[in-house]
């Protein structure tokens, strides 16, 4: 044998070794590599379960809303209301346009629209062709929104976003009338993961608004423990088991704390990369528990249970897994399988009577193949979308940051093609600005014979706060329009709601007990931090009436 020595590398070890060590470093390397990939398909994955709960929930939403705003049709969005079309047209230009609402001013038009949002929502609620719910939902939400922007609040804003990135996404791929109607193969699938990018783009979503609206808790009002203490003392806005909160001094700092906590760390949580099922489960638990509590303490509309229903579409599929295994074990399904299969094709006949279709109204996949591993996927064109109104979404954010939520910004970008969807994003809800101003109207008016009124409430002028009577309220809609006619900007608003007023004072009064004159004061009520108030009257408007 040869006695010639092995070639051996620089730390003594042969070729063969070098190799082999080389290939398991690329080796771990490559499988962390892929251990990383899967772990950010997990995280940015979205449920279709969750999916599901989150298009039940914005359909009650609509609902809702319609309902609410059904009380103020004549005066919210016909001719004799507070904003007449050809006043919307001037102001709002295109979008008054593209608006369904404005192509007629009569109430009886109003209530047809709102007949048919309230049908669409219904199918959208059982999901019934649940992508032209989607659809038809959203569009004659935003002809709405265009009608009368005045009345509109966040709220309403976060509602129209997420059903945007809706049309986007399979709402309808489970427990809805499309996946009963559907092949059987689709409610047989295990696999319930969908990666898209309008589902990254609704996750960013929910998370961008908190994320903005920390930035402006950036202020001397949340860093010394106060701001608590200010919103509880709205008094326009605070219910009574809110004046019950703001009277016990520890607790306020407290919940200053917890809200700027809150709205920075839950949107970071969610994406925690280790525990992801948990932290979602605690995050949205605290979030629903968050809002439910603002709900309860603070007068704001709509936005609290749009928010806690936003936070439903992280909801983790290994709960729907847990959950529905127990479900299956307390009903005895797993003993009998074949009565669930039976059932579910007993129910698929209505449904496919309804699509008037034989292969169902599925409206995920045209055809659903038998296996299970195979995934639903969303189509190119909804992705070209999604990536496009998601890169104007992260833009539109980033500018109005560093305009810091400037009205004239704002205005001046009412250019922009996203304006005319109604993309604006803008979540000072919870600015230093308005925590502190409170303020009431008083509108001193005479009438034709000479008697002294309140033009507001028609009773006798009182100058004290409306808000200490028991039971006054006029509506999340109407605080919000009432609000927006002390801003700058709003004169020709206030011009077309003093003759509204005078319309709906004189129905059905003699001509001696008409209104005359009268005019527009704000009272505004600024709390100071030693619990003092400061008031200061602004007159708003002077109104006389034309005589004959």
């Not at 600005?433 to 008697?451: H, I, S």
Request: include cysteine; aromatic fraction near 10%; glycine fraction near 8%.
């Amino acid at each position: 044998m040869s006695d010639v020595p092995k070639q051996t590398g620089k730390a003594g070890l042969t070729g063969s070794e070098v190799g082999r060590g080389q290939a398991r470093s690329t080796g771990v390397i490559s499988g962390w590599l892929v251990a990383w990939r899967a772990r950010l398909g997990v995280l940015l994955s979205v449920d279709l379960r969750s999916l599901a709960v989150l298009r039940i929930g914005l359909a009650g939403l609509l609902l809702v809303d319609l309902i609410g705003r059904a009380g103020d049709l004549s005066a919210h969005y016909s001719d004799v209301g507070v904003l007449p079309r050809a006043a919307l047209f001037e102001s709002e230009g295109l979008r008054a346009y593209l608006s369904l609402h404005a192509l007629s001013g009569s109430v009886l038009w109003q209530a047809g629209l709102f007949v048919l949002a309230g049908l669409f929502a219904l199918m959208l609620l059982a999901g019934v062709r649940t992508r032209l719910a989607t659809v038809a939902s959203w569009l004659l939400l935003l002809s709405l929104h265009h009608r009368n922007p005045v009345v509109l609040q966040a709220g309403d804003a976060l509602l129209r976003l997420l059903l945007f990135w809706g049309m986007m996404l399979p709402l309808g791929a489970r427990w809805s009338v499309d996946s009963a109607a559907g092949p059987l193969g689709l409610s047989r699938r295990k696999d319930n993961r969908l990666l898209s990018v309008a589902g990254v783009a609704i996750f960013l979503q929910v998370c961008l608004v908190y994320w903005f609206t920390a930035t402006f808790k950036d202020h001397p009002m949340w860093w010394h423990e106060n701001a608590a203490y200010f919103a509880l003392n709205i008094d326009q806005l605070v219910t009574p088991l809110g004046m019950w909160v703001r009277q016990i001094d520890w607790l306020l700092p407290i919940l200053t704390w917890t809200a700027f906590a809150v709205a920075i760390v839950a949107p970071v949580l969610v994406f925690c990369p280790v525990w992801t099922g948990t932290a979602r489960l605690l995050v949205i638990l605290a979030m629903i528990g968050t809002h439910l509590a603002l709900a309860m303490c603070l007068k704001l509309g709509l936005l609290p249970y749009v928010a806690m229903v936003s936070w439903l579409v992280f909801l983790p599929g290994r709960w729907w897994d847990w959950l529905w295994a127990r479900s299956r074990r307390q009903r005895g399904l797993r003993a009998n399988p074949s009565r669930a299969l039976w059932v579910l094709a007993l129910v698929k006949r209505l449904p496919m009577i309804v699509s008037g279709s034989r292969r169902g109204t599925g409206d995920v996949l045209i055809d659903v193949p038998t296996d299970r591993h195979q995934r639903i996927g969303a189509r190119r064109w909804e992705q070209v979308v999604a990536v496009v109104a998601l890169v104007y979404l992260v833009t539109w954010n980033l500018q109005w940051l560093n305009a810091h939520g400037d009205a004239t910004t704002g205005e001046a970008r009412q250019a922009a093609a996203g304006d005319v969807l109604r993309m604006e994003q803008s979540w000072n809800m919870i600015s230093p600005e308005a925590l502190g101003l409170d303020g009431w109207f008083v509108m001193p008016g005479k009438l034709r014979d000479g008697t002294q009124v309140d033009a507001f409430t028609g009773g006798p002028v009182n100058w004290s706060n409306p808000s200490a009577i028991a039971g006054y309220d006029p509506g999340a809609r109407w605080r919000k329009y009432l609000r927006n006619l002390t801003k700058p900007g709003h004169d020709h608003n206030l011009h077309h709601y003093a003759k509204y007023l005078v319309r709906t004072f004189n129905t059905d009064r003699t001509i001696d007990k008409q209104l005359e004159s009268f005019d527009i004061v704000f009272i505004q009520e600024a709390t100071l931090p030693d619990g003092e108030v400061e008031v200061t009257r602004n007159t708003l408007l002077q109104y006389h009436r034309d005589p004959y």
